[in-house]
C-alpha cells in the first residue's frame, strides 16, 4: 500500500512559479511511475506530467511543455513538479498517482492506482 500526499499550492501571480511535491510513503515506491494531474471545477481530470520509476523517461502535456518539470528522488520517495510561467488557466486542484506498473508514467488516470488527496494552484491574473 502507498499512501500519497501532495503539498506546494498556493496562490501565485501569472508568469510566478511553484514547485509541488508528492511525498509517498512505502518501500516500493522507488519502483512505480508517477503522474500528475489536475482538475479545473466544471473540466474533467487532465493529465499534467508522468515520470517512469526511475525518472528517466518523462512524459508532458502539450501545453505544459517547456513550462512544467517532473522529476523525482527516490532517496526521499519524492516526485516534484516544478512549474513556471504559470498562466490563470493553470488554476486547478493538481493530484498526484502513482502506478504500480513503473516502466512508463502513462496519461491515462485508469492506469493509476494510487491517488493523493490533491493540492489547490490558483493562479491570478
Known amino acids: 500500500q502507498v499512501q500519497l500526499v501532495e503539498s506546494g499550492g498556493g496562490l501565485v501571480q501569472a508568469g510566478g512559479s511553484l514547485r509541488l511535491s508528492c511525498a509517498a510513503s512505502?518501500?516500493?515506491?522507488?519502483?512505480?511511475?508517477v503522474g500528475w494531474f489536475r482538475q479545473a471545477p466544471g473540466k474533467e481530470r487532465e493529465f499534467v506530467a508522468a515520470?517512469?520509476?526511475?525518472?528517466?523517461?518523462?512524459d508532458y502535456a502539450d501545453s505544459m511543455k517547456g513550462r512544467f518539470t517532473i522529476s523525482r528522488d527516490n532517496a526521499k520517495n519524492t516526485v516534484y513538479l516544478q512549474m513556471n510561467s504559470l498562466k490563470p488557466e493553470d488554476t486547478a486542484v493538481y493530484y498526484c498517482?502513482?502506478?504500480?506498473?513503473?516502466?512508463?508514467?502513462?496519461?491515462?488516470?485508469?492506469?493509476?492506482?494510487?491517488w493523493g488527496q490533491g493540492t489547490q494552484v490558483t493562479v491570478s491574473s
Open positions: 515520470v517512469n520509476w526511475s525518472g528517466g523517461s518523462a
Open positions: 512505502g518501500r516500493t515506491f522507488s519502483t512505480y511511475a
Open positions: 498517482a502513482a502506478d504500480r506498473s513503473g516502466a512508463y508514467g502513462s496519461r491515462y488516470h485508469w492506469s493509476y492506482d494510487y
